[in-house]
């Protein structure tokens, strides 16, 4: 949910943050964030920023962007290329700034925290991608968008969760290798059985590759634990337990529906629309499902409040404020600003490119 323009003061701002009615925004969180909350939306709309929204930000955050500001990285990036806005503020951690960098090089990109890291991007970098390139010189390397700019530039084509399988099917040859998250990779080497072999760090080969610290965090046995507390038996009508791409293999294999953070919410959204959704669990960042149950309240949503992404938590109110001061006073964004070199920026730009044409 967010803020709308109409409702651009202080006494708005509280009646629709009330009107949410929801648990996790306490009369006292409100009261003591609204201020804040108010200055951000007014500073945005004065300056013309377009604030691009992750789905794993907290609610306060996630709500400062408008609906179609919000979604997942590449989608996000997309979105973004398509505005004449002078900044963007991208409410993620600097991987995903970076994709909307590429996809937007005159324009100032800004985010947050510059520290904000990711275990997926941080832990496998463009000398990884090279080392794979010699061990298979003949095969295609399709990156995870949950890359730096480097490691891109460095592949053949980029790839989200959303549409992995098909970016690979798609690719000549009998064998994809694909990096760096090792789980989604054995995910998507089952998904491909049959049809092409995928290639991945630590299979037949001593390259290190990568996992999601949150992703991670979801075993057979929490899944299982959550059908039984919470009641939702494999294969019930209404009742359905999500798992994201970046889980174990068995986690997938024990959920009712598994896949990308858009497709998860756009399966969500398809059952409340016909009636069929009474309760669900999503094995994936908190919240996510802090902002699944502001946006689909008739559905009863359960989540695992400790698994949450300590990089994205890094990104809150205050700092968000400071940038926008900062445009507002005529400030250095350097602590904030989002650079590429041009070489780098063309080629990453390329397997970006590529996966846009090959997803049309």
């Not at 951690?93 to 909307?100: D, R, Y």
């Not at 409340?272 to 669900?280: C, D, G, I």
């Not at 005529?330 to 996966?355: C, F, K, N, Q």
Request: net charge negative; aromatic share 6%; glycine share 6%.
């Amino acid at each position: 949910m967010s803020i709308q323009a109409e409702n651009l003061n202080l006494e708005g701002v509280k009646t629709e943050l009330y009107g949410r009615n929801h648990p996790s925004l306490t009369p006292v969180d409100i009261e003591a964030h609204a201020k804040t909350l108010h200055r951000v939306l007014a500073l945005k709309q004065k300056h013309n920023v377009v604030m691009l929204g992750h789905n794993y930000m907290e609610p306060l955050v996630f709500g400062l962007s408008t609906k179609q500001e919000q979604g997942d990285s590449l989608g996000l990036s997309m979105h973004a290329a398509k505005t004449t806005a002078p900044y963007i503020i991208f409410n993620g951690v600097p991987f995903m700034a970076e994709t909307a960098k590429i996809l937007n090089p005159s324009k100032t990109v800004l985010v947050a925290d510059k520290t904000a890291g990711c275990s997926l991007a941080d832990n496998f970098g463009a000398a990884d991608v090279k080392s794979l390139k010699v061990m298979y010189p003949d095969v295609p390397v399709m990156i995870y968008i949950n890359s730096y700019a480097d490691a891109k530039a460095e592949s053949d084509v980029c790839c989200t969760s959303a549409n992995a399988a098909k970016i690979a099917r798609e690719m000549p040859g009998d064998q994809i290798v694909f990096v760096p998250d090792i789980y989604f990779a054995q995910n998507l080497e089952d998904e491909l059985a049959g049809e092409k072999t995928v290639i991945y760090p630590g299979k037949g080969n001593h390259e290190k590759g990568a996992v999601c610290e949150v992703h991670e965090e979801f075993r057979l046995s929490d899944l299982l634990a959550v059908r039984e507390s919470f009641v939702i038996p494999k294969g019930h009508g209404s009742r359905v337990l999500y798992a994201h791409w970046e889980c174990r293999r068995e986690v997938l294999r024990e959920a009712d529906f598994y896949g990308s953070t858009s497709q998860i919410m756009q399966d969500i959204a398809k059952r409340v629309k016909e009636n069929q959704l009474e309760r669900a669990f999503v094995a994936s960042e908190c919240e996510l499902t802090s902002n699944l149950s502001q946006e689909f309240p008739t559905v009863q949503f359960w989540t695992a409040c400790s698994v949450r992404c300590s990089h994205m938590a890094k990104v809150n109110l205050a700092k968000v404020l400071h940038i926008l001061e900062a445009i507002d006073a005529g400030d250095s964004l350097s602590d904030y600003e989002v650079t590429l070199g041009p070489d780098v920026i063309e080629r990453a730009r390329t397997p970006i490119e590529r996966m846009l044409q090959m997803s049309a």
